[in-house]
């Protein structure tokens, strides 16, 4: 099966070894990956901020790019979603439309296409801790993307995990909002963090790097020992750590 790795902005600056364990997982789980080199972001802060006409010139850029893809798939469930909201974008009826929509049918995050499209449950993953997952908004209530991510963890040996305390919450990042609406988004992360430590985890888990960034940035501030991962690095483990 051929898939075209989607790495996101975020995966291709900050979290590099998530793009780099989830290339290695899907290899391992005989995937042949190939790596665009168009790519650019998908246009998500745009389209958030009301720039939908910016937007949909990086939509027609990432549609172009991925178009011969057998199977596109990304290590975010906002940035993946956003792929899927193309559709949208475009005027009904319209060439560009149906373009986004066969886009749209072969677009998947990473979990989602491992047990939905793979039907693998468990990837041989090892890895002793205790941990915890986020489950981001975007992926779960507008991707609908909410059992795959469990089915996999529930299956990682040596691993415990833990249900985190209004898990369905926000963390507070929402994109531009934790720019705009700073001290609500201050207070929200300060909730999720409150509710991690409740835990007593040493592992939080997502599959979503802004997620991440903004949770593991106030754990952190808060000289928290709590670290933090992206699922990818936890199902493409495969020795004692």
Partial sequence: MKVSFFVTCLGDMFYVNAG?????????????????????????????????KETLEVAKHLVETFEDAEYVVGISGSCVYMIHEYVHLFEEGSEWQKRARKLKDKTYEL????????????????????????????????????EAPFKLLENVKGLQL??????????????????KMSDISEQMVDEKVEHIEETKANLLLGADGSCLMNIGG????????????????????????
Avoid: W
């Fill in 218 to 241: 106030r754990l952190s501030r808060n000289g928290s020992s709590v670290e933090v991962k992206h699922i990818a690095e936890i199902l493409n483990s495969r020795g004692d750590l």
């Fill in 20 to 52: 780099k364990a989830a290339v290695e997982l899907l290899e391992h789980l005989g995937c042949k990956v190939d790596f665009p080199k168009a790519q650019t972001c998908c246009g998500q802060p745009a389209y958030n901020s009301g720039y939908h």
């Fill in 111 to 146: 979990t989602q296409f491992i047990v939905d499209v793979l039907g693998i449950e468990d990837v041989g993953a090892n890895y002793e801790g205790v941990a915890t997952y986020h489950t981001s908004c975007h992926m779960t209530r507008l991707l609908g993307v909410t």
């Fill in 162 to 179: 833990i249900d985190l305390p209004n898990r369905h919450d926000c963390c507070g990042f929402g994109g531009t909002f934790s720019v």
